[in-house]
């Protein structure tokens, strides 16, 4: 019960972080779930995130798994009704208010400013993330070739990035 | 132009939004829900037009949540009320949850083996790209100015760096940044430019 109080805690607190994307609440996630919490380890984390960018719908489905890890399937669903409740509400209700916003003379500055802020905060979630799943020359290149691939194609992500872990399984069985 | 059926179209019922709510939950692969979201939504069921996705995806952006269901939301709400706002959510939720829910058993039986350790980690550094090209895409339409790169640098360097915690970093830096921003007299802000043809990450 206790566990489950804090899978609720944790992820209703990340949630309100992800402004600009999920990425953006990489870093809280990573110190409380693996450094304050121990729920996973931060190469469990990663992967769990990486499996998350293949799965379909919203992005950061991986804190279902890990919900799931600490608590079997009501881990599951706290995790998700937490993660997904609190700014569901907040856009909800923000979002029926909005055309009155709309003509108000802060609202460009707000919109312009937590931009740059944002775009700051999956670069922090980037270069903490990279800590992890850079741990070596073949993994900084299968990095680097999906970044450019993704940038000059319109190609599905999820072709190079199943790809990336065929060429890490093909390393295993040459290394 | 007759309103009342105009409406009448726009009034789907509650289980068609969940249907296709759901449909667009489960197809959606690779990481860009907005192109599909675009595709349900605006193409496919006409219970949007592209000027009025376009602003809702801008609401989605700004405040916290995930793209995907800020969308949900926004759409389900604008069709059906709370009740549509819910189901649309639930629906887009559903099936990555479940699939998520299975790898994290999958993840306790084989999860330790060698084979899939390389496989994940090689998924690992992939995602990476894909994120970083995200990034640089967001970047690109919303970094305008030498100071807006001076906020960047400074709240990655905060968090990554100095270890300071996101939610200081937020606030401080959000500050700053809309402060700089902030409207004055005699000059006329535009907002983002239109993201067309982007990578999402949601």
């Given amino acids: 019960m206790k566990q489950l109080g804090d899978i609720a805690g944790?992820?209703?607190y990340l949630s309100l972080l992800t402004v600009g994307g999920g990425m953006a609440a990489f870093p809280e996630l990573k110190t409380l779930t693996v450094d304050t919490y121990h729920w996973v380890t931060f190469p469990e984390m990663l992967h769990f995130y990486s499996l998350g960018q293949l799965a379909p719908g919203p992005n950061m489905m991986m804190v279902v798994s890990i919900g799931a890890v600490v608590a079997g399937l009501p881990g599951a669903a706290v995790?998700?009704?937490a993660f997904f409740l609190p700014t569901g509400i907040l856009t909800w209700g923000i979002g029926?208010?909005?055309?009155r916003l709309a003509t108000w003379r802060w609202r460009p500055a707000i919109q312009t400013g937590l931009g740059s802020v944002?775009?700051?905060l999956v670069l922090a979630g980037a270069i903490i993330m990279g800590r992890g799943a850079v741990t070596g020359v073949l993994w900084a290149a299968i990095a680097i070739v999906v970044f450019f691939l993704l940038l000059k194609t319109k190609?599905?992500?999820a072709y190079p990035i199943v790809a990336s872990g065929l060429v890490g399984m093909l390393a295993h069985w040459l290394l | 132009m007759n309103e009342a059926s105009s409406s009448a179209e726009a009034r789907p019922s509650l289980g068609r939004i969940f249907w296709v709510f759901l449909v667009m939950g489960a197809t959606s692969l690779g990481g860009g829900v907005v192109g599909y979201l675009r595709t349900g939504l605006v193409v496919r069921n006409n219970w949007l037009d592209d000027v009025t996705?376009?602003?809702l995806l801008s609401i989605s952006q700004t405040l916290p949540g995930l793209n995907a269901t800020n969308m949900s939301i926004l759409v389900g709400d604008r069709l059906r009320g709370a009740w549509g706002a819910i189901l649309a959510t639930v629906g887009m939720c559903l099936p990555g949850a479940t699939l998520m829910t299975a790898a994290a058993y999958a993840y306790n039986i084989g999860g330790d083996d060698p084979w899939s350790k390389a496989f994940l980690h090689g998924i690992a550094a992939g995602a990476l790209g894909l994120i970083v090209v995200v990034m640089v895409q967001l970047g690109s339409r919303v970094l305008k100015g030498f100071a807006d790169y001076v906020i960047v640098l400074a709240t990655a360097a905060a968090v990554a760096f100095f270890?300071?915690?996101?939610?200081?970093a937020l606030i401080a830096a959000g500050i700053v940044a809309i402060w700089w921003h902030r409207p004055r007299e005699g000059k006329v802000h535009?907002?983002?430019?239109?993201?067309?043809?982007e990578r999402h990450h949601e």
């Fill in chain 1, 10 to 12: 944790v992820f209703a």
């Fill in chain 1, 79 to 81: 995790a998700l009704i």
């Fill in chain 1, 96 to 99: 029926r208010i909005w055309t």
């Fill in chain 1, 118 to 120: 944002s775009v700051g």
């Fill in chain 1, 155 to 157: 190609i599905n992500p």
């Fill in chain 2, 53 to 55: 996705f376009v602003e």
């Fill in chain 2, 163 to 168: 270890h300071v915690q996101v939610p200081y």
């Fill in chain 2, 190 to 197: 535009k907002p983002h430019n239109e993201p067309v043809g």
